[in-house]
């Protein structure tokens, strides 16, 4: 990913376990890949409550963006299945430290600040140890203003959960990376 990417956010919102969603997602998924960079698919974690089960992020660059995701008719991969696909939009990384998890060590938080922030420095400055990911909105009509992604180990994530629950206007959901084989 370069700092001329623009990401992607698609929220899903179902009850359908990974075994029955992760096919139909990845359907999904290649019919979105118009580029070489197959894109990622988190599972919200089971001590999350969140309207999105299931996160996807796609990655294009700027002078590629296409707006075939907005067509209405993208439910339809999810044919007869329980799926709502909403599209949170497309947001520009401010900074990129980590793309990925250490395995078994770290978990992802995502944490989803309205528009109305106007500090985003504090999400960088808390006094525990993790990595952090920032996104701005690119578009007008994004759902949010920011998008934080912090990875740090499971513990260090709980204080970091304690002091976001303070902050008013956000979001904060676990998510842990699905692997989808087939893309």
């Not at 075939?68 to 044919?79: I, R, V």
């Amino acid at each position: 990913m370069t700092s001329n990417s623009i990401i992607h956010f698609i929220g899903f919102v179902t009850r359908l376990e990974s075994e029955k969603f992760i096919p139909a997602w990845e359907q999904y998924a290649k019919k979105e890949m118009f580029r070489k960079k197959a894109p990622l698919l988190l599972q919200q974690d089971n001590g999350s409550r969140n309207k999105f089960n299931f996160l996807s992020l796609h990655i294009w660059p700027d002078t590629e963006t296409h707006f075939s995701f907005t067509k209405s008719d993208k439910a339809g991969y999810f044919h007869e299945m329980p799926v709502q696909v909403v599209h949170i939009g497309g947001y520009l990384p401010l900074e990129q430290t980590n793309t990925s998890l250490h395995k078994d060590t770290e978990c992802r938080l995502l944490v989803m600040a309205g528009h109305n922030e106007n500090d985003p420095a504090f999400y960088k400055t808390l006094p525990y140890s993790f990595r952090l990911n920032s996104y701005q909105a690119y578009y007008e009509s994004c759902t949010y203003g920011y998008i934080f992604e912090y990875f740090a180990a499971e513990q260090e994530m709980e204080e970091i959960m304690n002091v976001l629950k303070q902050r008013a206007g956000t979001e904060r959901i676990l998510y842990r990376d699905c692997f989808a084989t087939h893309i």
